[in-house]
């Protein structure tokens, strides 16, 4: 390359030298009206080609450094990037393997490189949080929106904490935000879903989880428990209007959740209820036993007992749990319900007939505590101490608990939704369940 450039030199130099000769003519330079420079021809065009030669030069220096410059910066950031990902890579294995100090000390190393790097403040911001340092991990979380306003993930954060200091109003603000940007986004929806029920607004939950059904679609995995909830929710939203007295809206609710799950057996009491509050307790009555005989449950039964004897209608009552023992001979539960009634009435005889039926081998407290009751009343007390002796409290001969069907777990008072596991329509009376526990 170098002999190339060098005989073309000489080719040049020897083509200048030869024109010349040949071109020994001056041409006027004008500088002014009245000053000019006399140069000859070839002086003249070697001035124009060193001139042009050096512009060019001169151009591709200013070029070449210019690039040489950007290529070191992206080096330089390349390298620091690098070393930064290593930083957040080595954070999220001490995270994994639980050491959360190491990984705070990664995530801060990264935000020395990096201060803008927004996963490492989030991740910060997460540690926090969990550690409940409220403060200190909306500070974080802030930093994140102060780089990127519209980070859905940093918003979402924000509202969660928001959520758990009880700051409803603010996080509801957040939300909206949210769903300003994505109108689908789910977790804001659950956020604001959340938010609504912990303030027991229940219409605007309701709103909220149908906006949750339309954004999971009919082909999730979650889509019939979602739609499970929206039916607690609509009895939630009846039973309050009950409690307002809002009689017409609560028993419209109620109709649409049994139009959907007719054995949802909350809806058919809270329908009763509502005809009690409207004075009409015959009505109320006849309701609850078509409901029974459509659900076959006994919560309804034991709703109905407690009506009919409260307006003095014990015969009727026989009836009814006459039907139901028919219809399953095999329940222990309809059994001592029965029994239970009896004992009430005070039919001591037909109690203990009743209670001696049992023959399924499972010991059941509240069996003995009902069969002392009645031997006790009965003037028996040898008979009623040995059944009080096969039991260790005393004090509950009349009580049977509710069980969660789903949990398992046990409650005095029947509620439409479990207070443990927060599902709906899961109470009854499971004997075997009870001595399970």
């Known amino acids: 390359m170098f002999k190339f450039m060098s005989f073309i030199t000489i080719v040049f130099l020897f ?180 938010m609504y029920e912990n303030q027991a607004a229940w219409d605007n939950v309701l709103i909220t989880q149908k906006l949750i059904i339309s954004a999971i679609g009919p082909n999730a995995t979650e889509y019939e428990e979602e739609t499970g909830k929206l039916l607690g929710y609509k009895y939630e939203y009846g039973r309050q209007c009950l409690e307002n007295n809002i009689l017409d809206t609560a028993k419209n609710e109620f109709k649409e959740i049994l139009k959907e799950r007719d054995g949802f057996i909350p809806a058919h009491l809270g329908i009763a209820e509502v005809m009690l509050k409207e004075e009409s307790a015959e009505e109320a009555a006849a309701y609850l036993e078509k409901a029974r005989e459509l659900t076959k449950s006994v919560i309804i039964l034991a709703r109905i007992e407690d009506l009919l004897i409260t307006t003095g209608e014990p015969s009727r009552l026989l009836k009814i749990y006459r039907a139901a023992q028919s219809e399953d001979t095999a329940s222990d539960t309809l059994r001592l319900f029965q029994g239970k009634l009896y004992y009430r009435l005070e039919m001591l005889d037909e109690a203990i007939d009743t209670l001696k039926g049992f023959d399924s081998g499972v010991f059941y407290p509240e069996l003995h505590m009902l069969r002392g009751g009645v031997y006790l009343k009965r003037g028996e007390c040898e008979k009623a101490a040995e059944e009080f002796l096969k039991i260790l409290d005393l004090n509950k001969a009349l009580w049977i608990p509710y069980i969660c069907t789903r949990c398992r777990a046990q409650s005095d008072e029947w509620s439409g939704r479990c207070p443990q596991c927060s599902e709906w329509n899961t109470f009854t009376f499971d004997l075997q369940g009870i001595c399970k526990i």
């Open 15 to 194: 083509t200048v030298f030869y024109l010349a000769l040949y071109n020994m003519n001056t041409v006027k330079v004008m500088i002014t009206n009245d000053f000019y420079y006399e140069l000859p021809q070839i002086a003249l065009i070697m001035i124009s080609i060193t001139a042009g030669s050096a512009f060019m030069f001169l151009v591709f220096v200013v070029r070449d450094t210019r690039n040489y410059i950007k290529t070191k910066k992206t080096l330089k950031k390349r390298k620091k990037d690098e070393l930064v990902e290593l930083h957040y890579s080595n954070a999220i294995h001490n995270l994994i393997s639980k050491r959360t100090d190491g990984a705070v000390e990664d995530f801060q190393l990264a935000l020395r490189e990096n201060s803008e790097h927004i996963p490492s403040l989030i991740k910060l911001g997460d540690i926090y949080a969990e550690g409940k340092d409220y403060i200190t991990s909306l500070e974080y979380y802030q930093k994140a929106i102060r780089l990127d306003e519209q980070n859905i993930e940093a918003l979402c954060k924000i509202a969660g904490v928001k959520m758990r200091t009880k700051k409803y109003g603010e996080a509801g603000e957040i939300c909206e935000k949210i769903l300003g940007i994505d109108h689908d986004n789910l977790t804001a929806l659950y956020i604001k879903r959340e």
